[in-house]
């Protein structure tokens, strides 16, 4: 999803223009002097956390973990919860049939047994998916999770006119028709309507799906298939105390100034093979400027960034030059780019967008996102790292980090002449005002494009009101938006769980919409519709592999950069690693403190 409404567990958070400067045109150098192995303070080392464990035999039982953050979270409510940090929170209090496994790197996006007793038992050809919940689960007033418990929060996710704002997935894969009509409005006596799930007995959940999809286990494991408890539920006011199926539960929370979790003495260690539960109170401090909030980590009165979405550009060269050993530089798993609507001329043409992708000077867009470190790598495809599937620089059939890293007038003008348009043409680029790294790279595709004859005026709209401005084909057609500034994460590591938004047809709306190529290629729709009947691992990677290729021989979008960030590790963390399970950030669930005073 667009950081504007996401994020999930692998995605990015949406964040506030301030931390979003954290990736301001100012490139990161290196830096750091002789703090980059280690320092006095107690820090590891530069990326000692990126992709794998530091000091993890130093946590200890106790203490307080202290977030800081610029942004609060979209909902604390496992329905309504869309930012990657919440995703990754909400861990604490939550628990799903089969979670993120905890371990770094790729490794974190396996799933694993949670509240069921094992991975899903899959049959009838990949439609029936059945679970057993493992014993000893019980809520925070210590009465027993059931399978009916499970199946009621799932249902919520159908009253979106009360609790919008979370992943759909589930009610697209369960209920395709638009059958059910949500737990509010459901006529049965115990609410538990949905004929797509079985509840057998209390220990037994059986998922019924129309139509088999590979992927179903993936949107199993995100927040919006927590259990909620019936008698529990306050609605659109559960996110301000939802009630914990997890070690922690909420203590106290006041919106957009703070939260703390305690312990919650009802879950039992035995019951849960995935959370350590190493600190006695989790704390979250929410700052309205970010420099002030990294100002405060570096100091070390807080932990790290709850967003994870980098430091500010003045809190990162601070770092970088004295606290370097306290960084790490994890690939973010989102793609940032530039996509071009065919509904707007010329870019119906092919050859007129080819124009602008050779036109565009990579290494100056990459400069504009925050230089290699803090930017990311040159992006040569629309395939994010983590996803299977994805080949990385190895695919770059424009060559954009090869030999047309600066731009290649010649084919840019080779290509205007094979769209009619030799003299160059005039069009409009799109970016969110709030996004100030967006708007650089705007401004530096402009002076590139300018150079082979090609005016691009540039419009900021209100970056809060994406869904009804860029969203909507027909104001796009209206205001002559003929290259969007964008950027994409995954919902869950596969080419479904990222792409299929964003190139089948079927998702074209006309509010809402993130098909802003308006792709109608009847290749991508089959290759999509045969991923989610393809069971097997290395046939559903080949097809990603297929797809993405077929989304780039269409010219609809110049990528930008593979994002990477700078993220703050304080030096009494314990047991700390990034996980591309959550979009490279740190994995919050199992963190503990060196420290535990």
């Given at each position: 999803m667009t950081t504007q409404r996401t994020s999930g567990r692998?995605?990015?958070?949406?964040?506030?223009?301030?931390?979003?400067?954290?990736?301001?045109?100012?490139?990161?150098?290196?830096?750091?002097?002789?703090?980059?192995?280690?320092?006095?303070?107690?820090?590891?080392?530069?990326?000692?956390?990126?992709?794998?464990?530091?000091?993890a035999s130093l946590a200890k039982k106790g203490?307080?973990?202290?977030?800081?953050?610029?942004?609060?979270?979209?909902?604390?409510?496992?329905?309504?919860?869309?930012?990657?940090?919440?995703?990754?929170?909400?861990?604490?209090?939550?628990?799903?049939?089969?979670?993120?496994?905890?371990?770094?790197g790729q490794d974190g996006t396996t799933l694993t047994p949670d509240l069921a007793g094992g991975l899903a038992k899959i049959s009838d050809d990949g439609k029936t998916y059945t679970y057993t919940?493992?014993?000893?689960?019980?809520?925070?007033?210590?009465?027993?999770?059931?399978?009916?418990?499970?199946?009621?929060?799932?249902?919520?996710?159908?009253?979106?006119?009360?609790?919008?704002?979370?992943?759909?997935?589930?009610?697209?894969?369960?209920?395709?028709?638009g059958e059910y009509a949500g737990p509010y409005k459901d006529k049965s006596a115990d609410k538990l309507g949905l004929k797509a799930i079985q509840t057998p007995d209390d220990k037994t959940i059986v998922f019924k799906l129309p139509t088999a999809n590979s992927d179903f286990e993936e949107m199993l494991a995100l927040t919006s298939a927590s259990p909620v408890r019936q008698d529990k539920d306050t609605k659109s006011k559960y996110g301000l105390k939802p009630f914990s199926s997890g070690p922690y539960k909420f203590d106290s929370y006041n919106p957009g100034k703070d939260l703390t979790l305690v312990r919650n003495t009802e879950w039992k260690q035995a019951s849960d093979p995935v959370r350590k539960a190493y600190?006695?109170?989790?704390?979250?401090?929410?700052?309205?400027?970010?420099?002030?909030?990294?100002?405060?980590?570096?100091?070390?009165?807080?932990?790290?960034?709850?967003?994870?979405?980098?430091?500010?550009?003045?809190?990162r060269t601070t770092a970088l030059k004295k606290y370097k050993a306290n960084l790490d530089n994890p690939v973010s798993g989102y793609i940032r780019y530039a996509v071009f609507p065919q509904s707007v001329k010329p870019f119906d043409n092919i050859e007129c967008r080819k124009a602008v992708i050779y036109g565009a000077d990579h290494v100056s867009l990459q400069n504009a996102r925050g230089g290699p470190v803090a930017g990311g790598?040159?992006?040569?495809?629309?395939?994010?790292?983590?996803?299977?599937?994805?080949?990385?620089?190895?695919?770059d059939p424009y060559e954009l980090a090869g030999a047309n890293k600066n731009?290649?007038?010649?084919?840019?003008?080779?290509?205007?002449?094979?769209?009619?348009?030799?003299?160059?043409?005039?069009?409009?680029i799109a970016v969110r005002n709030n996004k100030p790294s967006e708007v650089a790279t705007a401004q530096s595709l402009q002076?590139?494009?300018?150079?082979?004859?090609?005016?691009?005026?540039?419009?900021?709209?209100?970056?809060?009101?994406?869904?009804?401005?860029?969203?909507?084909?027909?104001?796009?057609?209206?205001?002559?938006?003929?290259?969007?500034?964008?950027?994409?994460?995954?919902?869950?590591?596969?080419?479904?769980?990222?792409?299929?938004?964003?190139?089948?047809?079927?998702?074209?709306?006309?509010?809402?919409?993130?098909n802003y190529a308006l792709i109608k290629d009847k290749s991508i729709d089959g290759l999509f519709d045969k991923y989610t009947t393809t069971l097997d691992d290395s046939g559903k990677t080949d097809i990603a592999k297929q797809i993405n290729r077929k989304v780039m021989e269409g010219g609809y979008y110049l990528p930008f950069v593979f994002e990477k960030f700078i993220n703050w590790r304080g030096s009494n963390l314990a047991n700390v690693y990034t996980t591309d399970a959550y979009s490279g950030m740190y994995d919050f669930v199992n963190l503990g403190l060196k420290n535990a005073k």
């Open positions: 692998r995605k990015q958070a949406a964040a506030a223009a301030a931390v979003v400067a954290a990736l301001l045109t100012t490139a990161a150098c290196g830096g750091g002097g002789n703090d980059d192995k280690g320092s006095k303070a107690g820090a590891p080392g530069y990326d000692a956390a990126n992709n794998k464990v530091a000091q203490g307080t973990l202290k977030f800081a953050g610029a942004q609060d979270a979209d909902s604390w409510d496992t329905t309504r919860g869309y930012y990657g940090f919440m995703w990754n929170f909400s861990r604490y209090y939550s628990r799903q049939l089969v979670t993120s496994k905890t371990a770094p919940l493992r014993d000893g689960i019980t809520w925070e007033d210590g009465k027993p999770i059931t399978s009916k418990d499970v199946k009621y929060g799932i249902e919520r996710v159908w009253a979106q006119d009360v609790l919008s704002g979370g992943p759909v997935y589930l009610k697209d894969v369960l209920d395709p028709k600190p006695d109170k989790i704390t979250v401090k929410f700052f309205s400027n970010a420099n002030d909030m990294d100002a405060r980590l570096i100091a070390g009165d807080y932990d790290l960034d709850l967003n994870q979405t980098g430091m500010s550009p003045q809190g790598d040159i992006g040569t495809n629309m395939l994010p790292p983590a996803v299977p599937g994805a080949e990385g620089q190895k695919y731009g290649n007038a010649a084919k840019a003008k080779e290509a205007l002449k094979a769209c009619g348009q030799p003299n160059g043409f005039k069009t409009t002076a590139s494009l300018k150079k082979v004859g090609i005016t691009a005026d540039i419009d900021q709209y209100d970056g809060s009101q994406t869904a009804g401005i860029i969203g909507s084909p027909s104001n796009v057609k209206k205001k002559n938006y003929g290259i969007i500034v964008m950027g994409w994460g995954p919902d869950f590591p596969s080419v479904q769980g990222y792409g299929l938004p964003l190139w089948n047809s079927k998702y074209i709306l006309q509010s809402g919409n993130n």
